[in-house]
């Protein structure tokens, strides 16, 4: 019998640690032991706001509104060798997309065609590293010298990149030939040069490829906007120390993770649910499960239950592992509000192949965006809630449970007048909030800054969309709460809770806007995709009343769930 590795090409990329890299790539690993704490906070500070300027930046420069309004994206800065260090708070399921895809890049692409300052890659393949097709990486190496220093990457969602359907969800795909094209790896930049051929490779196949390409290069300029500051950081403090910084707050968020750990105690969890049909006019139930085994300090994830992969409603590897770290670190530790590196460090996973959750090459996946992917969150938020209840009871108010187990939207296309092709995604239910919490949770660390006082439950990080973990900061943001040997007292981060974060110079509120049909004044929306929020202050006699959020019900039946302990 054949034994097939997971390798990104017939199954799934896992990385084998180590790495087997080129020797002829030389890497940074040098650290200095004399970071005073003044200047450990200086860096530190100085990474944290690189990476939220990496996807301000990107926001203002996409024109798709998917991303630009949405915000379905992320960027992420990390080691030598792919180890997150800080992501951004945007789509939070991207999670270890781009360090699965900078590993496999690091593995495949290290001795041909070779890693060199001013390069970079783009890759929108799922068996390597995104969860579908639309989602695509493009990931830049930074140098100190002649050595690999660190990668900055961001991923975002595309509006059309091929495939059956405009849109790309294409939902009757029996398999990957009849979904939109997945690239692996390749260089898009080399020596700081668009490659234009290629980039015209990746462009052909799109409905909208001007669009795309607006995106494209909004992804390729944001990375190299990063890639300098972080240069300029390295120049300025030198290499030893910026790496020191980077791998202490690794350290510090593995700490606090197992500190947490370690108040539940040893045991199994188990949780499943059901779908309807993997493609148009089916009518078979599929089921999905996930067991969390809690072992000392580690996490063991497994899906064995989980039925056969079936027509388009699969996911791979990366997707399994992004939805569940993304409940995790919404439940323990979203006040480390990026720093996830080192939690992701205490987690294990033994994933059954070929499965709904883990689907093998050729299996379809580019609609896992609108379904699948939101119902591992969902599922995994529950196995989570359940392992987390069983804590004590300051342990237990960080239980999130399940959160919308499936994603609204429409996809409206068309053509003008000219023949030239239009699509238009209403992606309003983007804009929301993750389970609540059962307990009071101040200002700055979670919640809607003005939440109707009636209640207690608050929305906590929203795993779908944004996992800010405060409210929103009018002061600017500060370092994640880590606690590290030599730094200063650790401070809390409160960028936001809602997607439209804004730093101090751009925190004022925005002036009212006039109804053209009743002439009365009302709120200015701030951005968030659907006005999560009046921009009023709270102090204005024409201030609405404060919007009291309700907890997610289930109000379709696709969806069933089932548990069991």
Not at 331 to 358: I, N
Not at 435 to 464: D, H, L, V
Not at 538 to 548: D, E, G, N, V
């Amino acid at each position: 019998m054949t034994t097939v590795t997971w390798d990104g090409v017939a199954r799934g990329y896992i990385p084998r640690e180590p790495l087997t890299i080129d020797p002829g790539l030389a890497r940074h690993d040098a650290r200095s032991a004399d970071v005073d704490p003044v200047t450990f906070e200086v860096i530190r500070y100085a990474l944290l706001n690189a990476n939220v300027e990496h996807g301000q930046t990107l926001q203002r420069l996409c024109v798709s509104p998917i991303t630009m309004l949405t915000r379905d994206f992320q960027p992420s800065i990390l080691t030598q060798d792919g180890e997150l260090v800080f992501l951004g708070p945007y789509l939070q399921y991207f999670s270890n997309a781009q360090s699965l895809t900078i590993k496999w890049v690091l593995e495949n692409r290290s001795a041909e065609p070779g890693i060199g300052p001013g390069d970079m890659f783009l890759s929108n393949d799922p068996y390597v590293g995104t969860p579908h097709q639309p989602d695509t990486i493009v990931a830049a190496p930074v140098f100190a010298g002649q050595q690999l220093f660190c990668w900055v990457a961001n991923v975002l969602h595309h509006s059309d990149i091929g495939g059956s359907v405009v849109g790309s969800f294409c939902v009757d795909a029996p398999d990957i030939f009849t979904d939109p094209p997945a690239f692996p790896p390749f260089k898009i930049v080399e020596a700081g040069r668009v490659r234009t051929d290629m980039e015209q490779v990746f462009l052909r196949q799109s409905r909208l490829p001007g669009v795309v390409q607006m995106d494209l290069r909004a992804a390729i300029s944001a990375n190299t906007v990063t890639v300098r500051k972080i240069e300029a950081l390295v120049s300025r403090y030198g290499a030893d120390a910026v790496k020191t910084v980077m791998n202490k707050v690794i350290d510090a968020g593995e700490q606090l993770f197992t500190e947490r750990l370690r108040q539940i105690p040893d045991g199994t969890w188990s949780h499943r649910v059901y779908a309807e049909a993997s493609h148009t006019g089916d009518t078979g139930l599929y089921r999905y499960q996930l067991t969390v085994r809690k072992r000392g300090d580690e996490l063991l994830v497994d899906n064995a239950g989980t039925d056969p992969q079936a027509g388009s409603i699969n996911v791979t590897y990366a997707g399994l592992v992004g939805a569940f770290l993304a409940a995790l670190t919404a439940s323990l530790t979203p006040d480390l509000a990026g720093a996830y590196g080192g939690v992701y460090r205490r987690v294990r996973f033994d994933p059954v192949p070929g499965t709904l959750s883990c689907a093998d090459f050729p299996a379809a996946v580019s609609p896992s965006g609108v379904f699948t992917m939101e119902l591992l969150i969902s599922l995994s938020g529950s196995v989570i809630a359940k392992m987390v209840a069983c804590g004590p009871p300051e342990l237990r108010d960080r239980a999130l449970g399940p959160s919308q187990p499936h994603w609204y939207g429409t996809i409206i296309a068309g053509q003008y007048p000219t023949g030239a092709p239009y699509i238009a995604v209403n992606a309003n239910n983007m804009a929301g909030s993750a389970p609540t919490r059962t307990a009071p949770i101040s200002a700055g660390t979670s919640g809607f800054p003005r939440a109707s006082p009636a209640t207690s439950r608050k929305p906590s990080s929203c795993i779908r969309c944004c996992a800010c973990t405060g409210a929103r900061c009018r002061a600017g943001p500060t370092a994640p709460a880590l606690t590290v040997a030599g730094a200063a007292s650790p401070r809390r981060i409160s960028h936001g809770a809602r997607r439209a974060w804004r730093p101090p110079c751009m925190s004022t509120t925005p002036s009212p806007r006039r109804s053209a049909r009743s002439g009365r004044t009302r709120a200015a929306w701030d951005g968030s995709a659907s006005g999560m929020e009046s921009a009023w202050p709270s102090s204005s006699p024409q201030a609405p009343s404060p919007r009291t959020w309700t907890p997610w019900r289930a109000r379709s039946s696709r969806w069933i769930t089932r548990d069991r302990c």
